[in-house]
């Protein structure tokens, strides 16, 4: 991951990057232009711990390559007080050679994190489903104690009133959540 952010406790402004040599990486030409463009753009305002990323590369991929691994980034902006002394960062991805990011696990890491999401979202669509009967009776039971205002009925009275015209039944196991 490439990761723009302010690291200071006030906001930056015209912040400005430059790096040397050009961001490289083996996910093709279109990516390393978007690297590229992305450093070479002045940001306006930066605030506070305000964070910027975007992906570089894949490690395995990268330190299989022949792509450089060293780079320079040089920062310059201004602050509350004016311009800032540039910051100059050299990046030596070399020094990650054989850390996790040199494997897979980064890419299984994204992978398992993917498959949780989907069952957190798969879950909360159930919950959707499960309230939506008894949403919909309530809703019946309003338009039923005032028909000609339909469902837009005010107030906690009423629709306490219409809960209690429901008949209540038992979960079966099919709508238990988990």
Known sequence: ??????????????VRISVSPPLQTTLGAERAATLNRVVGRPIATLPPT??????????HQLFSSELPKVYEFRVES??????????IYTVDLEAL???????DSTEWSA???AKHLKRSADAQEGQSRSVEAPSRRIQEA???????????????????????QIPMEPLDDGDALA
């Open 50 to 59: 305000r964070r910027i990323p975007f992906v570089m590369d894949v490690g």
């Open 78 to 87: 201004d602050g509350p007080f004016g311009r800032v002394d540039p910051l």
């Open 142 to 164: 309003l338009e039923r104690q005032n028909p000609e205002r339909g469902a837009d009925i005010g107030g906690l009275g009423s629709v306490e009133s219409a809960v209690q």
């Open 111 to 113: 992978h398992q994190i």
């Open 1 to 14: 991951m490439l990761v723009i952010e302010n690291i200071g406790q006030t906001l930056a402004r015209n």
């Open 97 to 103: 050679r054989g850390s996790a990011l040199e494997t």
